[in-house]
């Protein structure tokens, strides 16, 4: 089943709860929270306090998009604060199996992330252990970028290949994604959407989130 999962990168952070909540009744099932450290990407967002706050405000998963070094420093502290999810970047870890233990040893799903010039086939000694598998589908840092259309390939082919192996992890796929390109990423594969400004970007989250969800559910054929 597709799963719309509002980023909240584009939303009001001064109104965080409300934008959430809205997202929510408009059919959001996760929460995507995308943290930066001005190292890895060239920007800076939020850390675990944010999320600390979101818990109180929302009982949907929190899925935290970590965008950062050292990832293992600061895992702890995200598990303690509420979140549900963890993906770290095959890019920023060195020892990318230590770091999914240590999520898994915190009780949380662990998620690894590609940028899009990495190839899937980093991921084939892990996969087994995880629960999803995020595909970007811009270079991280920013909301509002524009989809690079190669990415439709990466994701039939992780589709294919989770096939292949039996495994059951899901996939999940970031960045650009609205009402020109949910259908074609659901299409290839992708049935976790994240989409920040085509859901927060003019603050009618509620409406867009409703719309853009009716677009992937027929694109997955789950409604006419
Ligand atoms: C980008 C973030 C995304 C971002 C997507 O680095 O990982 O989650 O919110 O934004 P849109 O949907 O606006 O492309
Ligand atoms: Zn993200």
């Given at each position: 089943m597709?799963?719309l ?11 965080l ?12 099932t996760?929460i ?5 450290d ?14 600390k ?15 950062i ?8 502290a ?24 240590l ?11 590609l ?12 996969l ?10 811009v270079?991280?840092g ?30 999940e796929?970031?960045?650009?994604i ?7 990423v ?39």
């Amino acid at each position: 089943m597709v799963e719309l999962v509002p980023s909240i990168l584009s939303a009001d952070f001064a109104r965080l709860a409300d934008e959430v909540a809205a997202a929510e009744r408009g059919g959001g099932t996760v929460i995507h929270c995308d943290v930066m450290d001005g190292h890895f990407v060239p920007n800076i967002t939020l850390g675990p306090p944010v999320i600390k706050s979101l818990r109180k405000a929302t009982t949907l998963p929190l899925d935290c998009h970590l965008m950062i070094e050292n990832a293992n420093d600061y895992i702890p502290a995200f598990a303690d604060a509420g979140a549900n999810w963890i993906s770290v970047h095959f890019e920023a870890c060195t020892h990318l199996h230590r770091t999914i233990e240590l999520i898994h040893d915190h009780g949380l799903h662990a998620g690894v992330v590609l940028n899009p010039a990495t190839r899937l086939e980093v991921l084939s000694e892990i996969l087994p252990m995880l629960h999803h598998v995020l595909i970007m589908s811009v270079n991280p840092g920013f909301g509002g970028q524009k989809f690079i259309p190669h990415s439709l390939e990466k994701i039939r082919k992780l589709a294919a290949w989770r096939k292949e192996l039996g495994l059951a992890f899901r996939i999940e796929v970031d960045g650009g994604i609205a009402h020109d390109t949910v259908g074609q990423v659901v299409q290839a594969g992708a049935e976790l959407l994240v989409a920040g400004n085509a859901v927060f970007g003019d603050g009618k989250a509620e409406e867009n989130a409703r719309a853009l969800l009716a677009d992937a559910r027929k694109a997955a054929g789950e409604i006419s």
